[in-house]
């Protein structure tokens, strides 16, 4: 068989090109057989280099890309770090207030492992005599719940006998850590945890029977109201801004709700009226906060049934 036979068999080289190299060497009788061996390999070469970009080009058309949901692991490209219970202990070794405050708080998270609940009990104590006072009342909260007392004016017991609470207490001018944590059958687990703008929790206020809890969030900007059946895992909507858009419709006042989510709104005066119904003191911010409204709110959870009226009505 000759070359170019060969050549046209295993389908590396088309017909013009081997027909182009015949030509040439017509031409150029006086050019060395050994380069016209060379010129012949580079083009086979070429070919085949050809031919391996089209098989990946056609892979890539076919593997489209596929994404039903983005997680947090997802969008970390990597595993998302477990909880690390002797990093926080070491960080009671440091010289650095902030290391120790945050240690002292994560340490909490370790209730569920007896022994380790021990070692931290037995590192945090000394810190409820620290000069620096966050740190003093972080360490006092800490061995309330480890040493299972949930005496702390900072735990909030409910009628099914289990207790809620938040780590990194009053941390902020704004409040505390945007985490709700809740210990049953003495078990800790996360209870709720809210997204931003809800970045800190201010308050947290048991109805009488201690079956709901209203639950007040807040940013730097606007104040958030929900109240929760942490036992039955239910929640009412956010009020302030429901009372907003109620108020504003009844008031015929535009009322535009920001992407970020912020109301720019705030609620004080929280009461339970009785086991079914909250009220509260609403400020309510209409035109980017040119026009401020002064009402009260009630909410009854069994009928779902909000009333917002102007303050002094």
Not at 17 to 25: D, P, V
Not at 189 to 207: N, Q, R
Request: proline share 3%; charged share 25%; hydrophobic share 40%.
């Amino acid at each position: 068989m000759k070359k170019e036979d060969l050549y046209k068999e295993i389908g590396l080289i088309d017909e013009d090109l081997i027909e182009a190299a015949g030509r040439e060497k017509i031409k150029r009788t006086n050019l060395p057989k050994k380069w016209i061996a060379i010129a012949i390999c580079l083009m086979i070469i070429s070919s085949i280099s050809t031919a391996s970009l089209a098989a990946v080009y056609y892979k890539n058309q076919n593997a489209e890309l596929y994404i039903r949901y983005l997680t947090t692991e997802n969008i970390e490209l990597m595993p998302v770090t477990q909880y690390d219970a002797d990093k926080f202990l070491k960080a009671l070794d440091s010289d650095n207030d902030e290391y120790i405050y945050i240690a002292i708080n994560r340490l909490v998270e370790s209730f569920n492992n007896q022994k380790m609940r021990k070692k931290a009990l037995t590192k945090i104590k000394p810190f409820m005599q620290d000069d620096n006072g966050k740190i003093a009342d972080a360490a006092a909260f800490a061995v309330d719940i480890l040493s299972q007392k949930f005496q702390s004016p900072y735990v909030y017991k409910l009628a099914d006998d289990s207790i809620i609470f938040t780590l990194f207490n009053n941390y902020s001018d704004y409040g505390s850590q945007n985490v709700l944590w809740r210990i049953k059958e003495n078990r800790l687990e996360t209870s709720v945890s809210f997204s931003t703008p809800s970045m800190y929790i201010k308050e947290i206020i048991p109805s009488p029977d201690r079956n709901l809890v209203a639950i007040v969030t807040n940013s730097n900007k606007s104040d958030f109201v929900e109240i929760l059946n942490i036992e039955e895992g239910l929640g009412s909507p956010e009020l302030i801004e429901s009372a907003r858009v109620k108020y504003g419709a009844q008031k015929e006042l535009t009322t535009w709700i920001r992407m970020d989510h912020e109301s720019y709104s705030y609620a004080d005066h929280l009461v339970w009226k009785n086991n079914d119904t909250l009220e509260f003191r609403g400020s309510l911010s209409y035109e980017d906060t040119a026009l401020i409204e002064n009402v009260v709110v009630s909410y009854i959870v069994s009928r779902k049934e909000l009333t917002v009226k102007e303050y002094g009505e």
